[in-house]
């Protein structure tokens, strides 16, 4: 599975932003899709994660309410709609699929194909 992460920019705190992942390879073997991102000087976190055929979504806390992961089947592509932004939301974003994993997960040991990322800066 190859993954294309597009859409970030440079946005104000209170706007909104939507970053895409378009999958293509062995998009049939997908079972989880999720975004992490990496702040400066911090390690990658989870965001969000997408049960791929079943449509089950999770959240971090810190986005909860806030961000939203969506899926168009037609183009195999994930989204994550982000509003209400937060400069603490600045990072660099990263889509990720998992094969073998039946249940959305946090740990990023078991996503096995991830995007180059993109950068989202959220101004104060």
């Known amino acids: 599975v190859q993954l294309q992460a597009s859409g970030g920019g440079l946005v104000q705190a209170g706007g909104s932003l939507t970053v895409s992942c378009a999958a293509s390879?062995?998009?049939?073997?997908?079972?989880?899709m999720g975004w992490f991102r990496q702040a400066p000087g911090k390690e990658r976190e989870f965001v969000a994660g997408?049960?791929?055929?079943?449509?089950?979504?999770y959240y971090a806390d810190s986005v909860k309410g806030r961000f939203t992961i969506s899926r168009d089947n037609a183009k195999n592509t994930l989204y994550l709609q982000m509003n209400s932004l937060k400069p603490e939301d600045t990072g660099v974003y990263y889509c990720?699929?998992?094969?073998?994993?039946?249940?959305?997960?946090?740990?990023?040991?078991?996503?096995?194909?991830w995007g180059q990322g993109t950068q989202v800066t959220v101004s104060s």
């Open positions: 390879g062995r998009t049939f073997s997908i079972s989880v």
């Open positions: 990720a699929a998992g094969t073998r994993i039946p249940y959305i997960t946090t740990a990023e040991a078991s996503y096995n194909s």
């Open positions: 997408f049960i791929w055929s079943g449509g089950s979504k």
